[in-house]
């Protein structure tokens, strides 16, 4: 896959950090190994996040969802980074996810370390693994993500043309 324009990744960092979700659940995705260096795995991906009140069930553990959520980044991340995804020009989105929780995290953070498994022209398949800081596992996901058509935006205000209609 061809390196993305920095000025195009700032943007997309920046979007990331300003989604709602991802901030309630400080979400942080990890710097990919550039290529060429030690340790670079085309088609990875780690997203770190702590365990914090906000992302707690009513139980006071860590709510299924936020770690869900947290597969669902890290996977359609590692989607991205291996597959015909153009930010811009077609849009990745989420086709499938089944999550298997295992345990429960012990320590102040939990990771999901996702890994390409096919990369297709449309379909990605990926699988999560969410470690906690002892690298226990505490759950794991098969994940599967689609490049389709660039698609306008729900939120009026991120539409290139505020007054469409279209979805």
Do not use: W
């Not at 000025?7 to 290529?35: D, G, K, S, V, Y």
């Not at 770190?48 to 980044?73: I, K, R």
């Not at 995804?85 to 989105?93: D, I, K, M, S, Y």
């Amino acid at each position: 896959m061809p390196e993305i324009d920095p000025e195009l990744r700032a943007q997309m960092n920046e979007a990331f950090l300003q989604t709602p979700l991802h901030a309630l659940l400080r979400l942080r995705i990890r710097e990919p190994i550039p290529e060429g260096e030690p340790g670079h795995e085309p088609g990875t991906c780690i997203v770190d996040m702590p365990v914090h009140p906000d992302g707690f069930g009513s139980s006071g553990n860590l709510h299924g969802g936020a770690l869900a959520t947290l597969c669902d980044v890290a996977c359609a991340s590692a989607a991205s980074r291996a597959s015909s995804f153009r930010p811009g020009e077609n849009t990745l989105v989420t086709a499938d996810l089944h999550v298997r929780y295992v345990g429960r995290p012990r320590g102040d953070s939990v990771r999901c370390e996702a890994r390409v498994i096919k990369s297709g022209r449309q379909l990605i398949v990926v699988s999560g693994t969410v470690l906690d800081d002892e690298d226990r596992v505490v759950c794991s996901a098969d994940f599967a993500a689609m490049v389709v058509p660039l698609r306008q935006p729900l939120r009026p205000e991120l539409r290139k043309d505020p007054n469409s209609a279209e979805m």
